[in-house]
């Protein structure tokens, strides 16, 4: 069943390629020869690219700026004191926009969302007004009572509208937005990673062409996937069956400090969205998160230290006479996981494997979810000791932080270190508390 909806899937796709380079405009009359047959009177056109999309202003003790965002990607920004600057978005930073409005199903919410109270003589104010052509919303709000489905809107308008361009001062070739009729431009992946974290906010969006961009922190990155690798990420798509699994895959009680994650796959049979959030992650979807993460958020790797060279052969070491082989036993070869879940056991604990991946922005591993006495423990692997350490060096002792980047808790943070093994509780059950402080030891950060 699988491989005929994916070639099915592919053949659309190729006609749709196809039918779009074979209509082509008529050509117009050679000189000196007489036009064809007039056809419809043509109606007239409307300038679409005039028509201004979004209207940002932000109020604060400086006074008010102010930046307006056109269709075809022309800013024009108004600041306290400077004259007015005129520049243009490229056509992802235009489509990152428009997605981060569609995500926040803005016109909806801007209707819902009531008016914020008066704000303090200090506060910075938001007025946002979107213009489709049929639809208009505005949100009117200030610094302290921002929503927060608008939050990572916020950031994007401030990073893409109110940072001036001058190099940007005239329209380039890919500063516009695309042509009707592109097939290759046609977005067919969304996919966001958001978090409790200040401004953690990652958007993709993925062409048909291979083509993506990448926004967070208020700026957009561009990049190329190979024919290959856009097939491989499209056949793995297709084996998820999103068609059948689309949903929230959310729990009742989220926790702030856990990775969320939305997919939007679009193919020509429809769309299809998910959403879930570390420790809740179907196992058929887990594939499909893992390999969008490593694709195009991944951070690059550190580069290699370059390692001393020994000047001198290292003094021979006394060979220790040869020991008679220790019989092994089911400890002897347990993994430093299953040791600890067998410990956790003994003490008198409950314990359960979920099978449950979970992802945090700090630290360069993914964690397994296991269930203790109903609760939720989080255990990271490293790969020795060293590297472990490296990782938690810039956890705060109260982790309310992690490398400057401000953690946000709905309870009581607790990090433990067990040779490679890092694990994490957050709760407040103080039975639970000493029977991990009895296998665990001393914490090395948290409340």
């Known amino acids: ?3 005929l909806r994916l070639a099915l899937v592919l053949c659309v796709l190729l006609f749709a390629l196809v039918a779009a380079g074979c209509v082509m405009p008529a050509a117009p009359a050679a000189p000196g020869q007489p036009a064809g047959p007039a056809g419809p009177a043509s109606l007239p056109t409307l300038d ?7 209207d940002f202003l932000r109020s604060d003790e400086l006074g008010e ?21 005129v520049f243009y978005l490229s056509a992802d930073e235009v ?15 801007a209707l819902q969302e009531p008016q914020a109270g008066d704000p303090s003589s200090a506060a910075t104010r938001y007025t946002i007004t979107r213009r489709g052509l049929l639809l208009e919303g505005t949100l009117t709000t200030h610094q302290g009572a921002v929503p927060a489905w608008a939050e990572p809107l916020i950031g994007l308008l401030e990073g893409l509208l109110l940072v001036p361009k001058p190099e940007r001062a005239q329209p380039s070739p890919s500063a516009t937005a695309v042509t009707p009729g592109d097939i290759g431009s046609l977005v067919v992946l969304e996919f966001r990673r958001t978090g409790g974290f200040a401004g953690l906010n990652q958007q993709v969006l993925l062409r048909l062409d291979g083509r993506y961009s990448v926004s967070q922190g208020g700026a957009v990155t561009t990049g190329q996937l190979s024919p290959e690798a856009l097939a491989e990420l499209i056949k793995a798509l297709e084996a998820a069956q999103l068609d059948q699994r689309a949903g929230d895959y959310l729990p009742a009680n989220p926790c702030c400090d856990r990775f969320e994650y939305e997919v939007v796959y679009r193919n020509p049979l429809g769309t299809y969205r998910v959403r879930t959030v570390d420790g809740e992650v179907p196992a058929w979807l887990q594939p499909v998160l893992e390999r969008l993460v490593a694709t195009f958020l991944a951070p690059p790797a550190p580069a290699a230290e370059p ?13 220790a006479p040869p020991q008679p082989a220790a019989t092994e036993t089911p400890a002897a070869t347990a993994t430093p996981l299953e040791a600890l879940l067998a410990d956790l056991a003994a003490a008198g604990l409950s314990v359960e494997s979920t099978g449950a991946r979970v992802v945090k922005p700090y630290l360069s591993v993914a964690g397994l979810v296991v269930r203790l006495n109903g609760q939720a423990l989080q255990v990271f692997e490293y790969s020795d000791e060293v590297a472990l350490a490296a990782d938690v060096s810039g956890l705060a002792p109260d982790a309310s932080s992690a490398n400057g980047l401000p953690l946000a808790w709905r309870g009581t943070p607790h990090f433990w270190r067990r040779g490679p093994l890092l694990v994490l509780w957050v709760g407040d059950d103080p039975a639970l ?10 914490q090395i950060a948290g409340g």
Do not use: I
């Open 1 to 3: 069943m699988f491989p």
């Open 65 to 85: 700026t102010r930046a307006r965002l056109y269709r075809d990607g022309r800013v024009v920004l108004q600041q306290p004191g400077q004259p007015e600057a």
């Open 95 to 109: 489509a990152q926009l428009d997605a981060a409005f569609e995500a926040a199903d803005f016109y909806r919410k």
């Open 48 to 54: 679409l690219s005039a028509l201004l999309a979004v």
């Open 433 to 442: 508390l000493a029977a991990l402080n009895r296998v665990l030891g001393p």
């Open 307 to 319: 390692q001393p060279t020994p000047t001198e052969p290292p003094a021979a070491q006394p060979t």
